[in-house]
């Protein structure tokens, strides 16, 4: 028996999205042929809500000939919503002998679940239950509903100030402990979400530093490959997986979740010539798979794949975004793709969480606030991200389309306009310096390794501390009640935020009202009050340097 049953329905563009048929009502079955003895067993009788109880099935002397694809393993459970959901187990072992299925608990109170195990015509199950309590865990990334521009954890109602940074190749380090070191670094500089490869081969193209070393391969295998190290030809087996490597993604997983940290899970990227086959049953096998291991983690997005468009087609993000999020991954966490082209997204379908644009034009805001419109006019809200807009130090100082370089502070500037346009950002840290020399393998937006010479978040940290300090989520920017090439965040008569690119004093209209004024040094961190302001209009002395300045103004 194949472990997946793929189904086509029409040949429209909807119908390309796959049915997956689920092994969770079998009959009961009296059949003797079989292995010679499969056991259950719970992890856990008690769990924090938003953590997961993990059935593991065992079999004795295994005798399949390929365990991913002869044998299926599925659940089903319930819980205080009465809600059933049906979830994908997995081969967690090349021989056959380990299966695991995993339950996520997303909210406090008494689960049920069966789970099945299916081999051919013979099958068993087994039935349990387990408790969940509030143990004040985040939980998963939504989309606020309330202001949708905008994100809020479900588990905890609190919003979630997007802060985001590159580490395509986190994954190729193959110790744990450099892995939770690059969480630990990036957590102490008010990082909250890493973009980072699942599959993906190192390509020599993008002109950066890296070098191989012991403990340290970027040749990302999720499947069983004849030549793990090979850039072009690793000759990989799409019907096995690599579960030590699995294992390995699980590991960093939970320990990014201890620290608050979402992991954007990048499925495949251009710059690896080596994919399974577009809309092919091995690719659906690697989503399901993956799914089936990964969704559990309440702090995953799904990411489809980096510069998608130059290797796949919006039609296919369509089928197999629809296909992870409303077939596989039964908590639905939220999805997106990255394409070259931006006019590539499917930003209206119900599967697409948020944009994940690449724009590296300066200045970056008014193009944001142009594509905000863009998404308003499709009567479809969703949070706006720029996640590939600065590389530090990854182009020249010379380019015309970067006159200031791609250096720590120009990218940061970039990042306050795009904060400014009500939107996100995820930047990448220099691979050039610190440890990206020979016989270091590199660092920065490459595998998040870095050192004390890389400072470039610590601005970043400071425009995290200033955002979260008031309710960011209430405020729409509205340039045209400030001075000329300056720009404003508003919640009208309570809150006015006004980034000054140069430092100058700033002309704000206000609604009538006495207000707080304060300065904003995104550059040290430094607040410094200014006094009162008084609408309805209000002119504020000069800042005290030249460099760029926030004014904030509160309502008293």
Same mark, same amino acid.
């Given at each position: 028996?194949?472990?997946?049953?793929?189904s086509?329905?029409?040949?429209?563009?909807?119908?390309?999205i796959? %049915?997956?048929?689920? !092994?969770?009502?079998?009959?009961?079955?009296?059949? /003797?042929?079989?292995?010679?003895?499969?056991?259950?067993?719970?992890?856990a009788?008690?769990?924090?809500?938003?953590? $997961?109880?993990?059935?593991?099935?065992?079999?004795?002397h295994?005798?399949?000939?390929?365990?991913f694809?002869?044998?299926?393993v599925?659940?089903?459970?319930?819980?205080?919503?009465?809600?059933?959901?049906?979830?994908?187990?997995? %081969?967690?072992?090349a021989?056959?002998?380990?299966?695991?299925?995993?339950?996520?608990?997303?909210?406090?109170?008494?689960?049920r679940?069966?789970?099945?195990?299916q081999?051919? !015509?013979?099958? /068993?199950?087994?039935s349990?239950?387990?408790?969940?309590?509030?143990?004040?865990?985040?939980?998963?990334?939504?989309?606020?509903?309330?202001?949708?521009?905008h994100?809020?954890?479900?588990?905890?109602?609190?919003?979630?100030?997007?802060?985001g940074?590159?580490?395509?190749?986190?994954?190729?380090?193959?110790?744990?402990?450099?892995?939770?070191?690059?969480?630990?670094?990036?957590?102490?500089? /008010?990082?909250?979400?890493i973009?980072?490869?699942?599959?993906?081969r190192?390509?020599?193209? *993008?002109?950066?530093?890296i070098?191989?070393e012991?403990?340290?391969?970027?040749?990302?295998?999720?499947?069983?490959?004849?030549?793990?190290?090979?850039?072009?030809?690793?000759?990989?087996?799409?019907?096995?997986?690599?579960?030590?490597?699995?294992? @390995?993604?699980?590991?960093m997983? !939970?320990?990014?979740?201890?620290?608050?940290?979402?992991?954007?899970?990048?499925?495949?990227?251009?710059?690896?010539?080596v @994919?399974?086959?577009?809309?092919?049953?091995?690719?659906?096998?690697?989503?399901?798979?993956?799914a089936?291991?990964?969704?559990? $983690?309440?702090?995953?997005t799904?990411?489809?794949?980096?510069?998608?468009?130059?290797?796949r087609?919006?039609?296919?993000? @369509?089928?197999?975004?629809?296909?992870?999020?409303?077939?596989?991954?039964?908590y639905?966490?939220l999805a997106?793709?990255?394409p070259?082209?931006?006019?590539?997204q499917?930003?209206?379908?119900?599967?697409?969480?948020?944009?994940?644009?690449?724009?590296? /034009?300066?200045p970056? @805001?008014?193009?944001?606030?142009?594509?905000?419109?863009q998404?308003?006019?499709?009567?479809?809200?969703?949070?706006?991200?720029?996640?590939?807009?600065?590389?530090?130090?990854?182009?020249?100082?010379?380019?015309?389309?970067?006159?200031?370089?791609?250096?720590?502070d120009?990218?940061?500037? *970039?990042?306050?306009?795009?904060a400014?346009?009500?939107?996100?950002q995820?930047?990448?840290?220099? *691979?050039?310096?610190?440890?990206?020399?020979?016989p270091?393998?590199?660092?920065?937006?490459?595998?998040?390794?870095?050192?004390?010479?890389?400072t470039?978040?610590?601005?970043?940290?400071?425009?995290?501390?200033?955002?979260t300090?008031?309710?960011?989520?209430?405020?729409?920017?509205?340039?045209?009640?400030?001075?000329?090439?300056?720009? %404003?965040?508003?919640?009208?008569?309570?809150t006015?935020?006004?980034?000054?690119?140069?430092?100058?004093?700033?002309?704000?209209?206000?609604?009538?009202?006495?207000?707080?004024?304060?300065?904003?040094?995104?550059?040290?961190?430094?607040?410094?009050?200014?006094?009162?302001a008084?609408?309805?209009?209000?002119?504020?002395?000069a800042?005290?340097?030249?460099?760029?300045?926030?004014?904030?103004?509160?309502?008293?």
């Open positions: 028996m194949r472990v997946f049953s793929w086509f329905r029409h040949s429209s563009a909807l119908a390309a796959v %049915c997956l048929e689920l !092994a969770v009502a079998l009959p009961q079955c009296s059949a /003797k042929a079989g292995p010679d003895s499969v056991t259950f067993s719970q992890s009788q008690s769990i924090a809500a938003y953590d $997961f109880v993990e059935v593991t099935i065992t079999v004795a295994p005798d399949v000939q390929n365990p694809l002869d044998v299926s599925s659940g089903q459970f319930d819980g205080p919503a009465a809600r059933s959901v049906s979830v994908l187990g997995f %081969c967690d072992s021989d056959g002998s380990v299966y695991r299925i995993r339950f996520l608990a997303t909210q406090p109170g008494r689960y679940y069966t789970a099945t195990y081999e051919g !015509a013979f099958h /068993k199950q087994l349990g239950s387990f408790q969940a309590v509030d143990g004040h865990r985040n939980g998963i990334l939504r989309v606020d509903k309330s202001h949708p521009w994100f809020v954890w479900e588990g905890t109602a609190e919003h979630y100030f997007w802060n940074t590159t580490a395509f190749f986190l994954m190729a380090w193959t110790s744990d402990d450099q892995v939770r070191a690059v969480i630990d670094r990036l957590h102490t500089l /008010k990082v909250n979400r973009r980072t490869l699942l599959a993906g190192w390509s020599t193209s *993008a002109g950066e530093p070098v191989p012991h403990g340290y391969s970027p040749w990302l295998n999720p499947w069983v490959a004849a030549r793990p190290e090979s850039t072009d030809d690793p000759g990989f087996d799409y019907t096995r997986f690599n579960v030590g490597y699995y294992q @390995h993604w699980e590991r997983l !939970a320990y990014a979740r201890s620290r608050d940290m979402v992991i954007s899970v990048i499925l495949d990227w251009n710059d690896s010539k @994919h399974p086959a577009a809309l092919s049953e091995d690719e659906k096998r690697y989503y399901a798979y993956t089936a291991r990964l969704a559990a $983690f309440s702090n995953i799904w990411d489809l794949g980096d510069d998608i468009s130059s290797f087609s919006l039609a296919w993000s @369509h089928d197999m975004g629809s296909l992870l999020v409303d077939h596989l991954d039964p639905h966490h997106s793709d990255h070259v082209d931006n006019a590539q499917d930003r209206e379908s119900a599967w697409f969480g948020f944009t994940s644009f690449q724009q590296w /034009k300066r970056i @805001h008014g193009w944001m606030l142009d594509e905000r419109k998404q308003e006019a499709t009567g479809r809200i969703i949070p706006q991200t720029n996640e590939e807009y600065g590389y530090e130090d990854h182009y020249p100082h010379w380019s015309p389309n970067y006159p200031d370089g791609q250096s720590a120009a990218d940061r500037r *970039a990042a306050w306009e795009i400014m346009a009500g939107a996100y995820t930047t990448g840290e220099t *691979a050039k310096r610190g440890t990206g020399v020979w270091d393998a590199g660092g920065g937006w490459v595998n998040g390794r870095g050192d004390s010479t890389m470039m978040l610590v601005g970043y940290a400071h425009m995290v501390d200033f955002f300090s008031f309710d960011w989520w209430l405020t729409n920017p509205n340039d045209g009640l400030v001075t000329a090439g300056d720009y %404003c965040l508003v919640d009208p008569g309570k006015y935020v006004v980034y000054l690119p140069k430092g100058r004093s700033v002309t704000v209209i206000l609604e009538p009202g006495s207000y707080r004024a304060s300065w904003f040094n995104p550059r040290s961190g430094k607040t410094t009050a200014i006094g009162d008084e609408g309805p209009q209000w002119t504020s002395p800042p005290p340097d030249e460099g760029d300045w926030v004014a904030l103004l509160r309502r008293k």
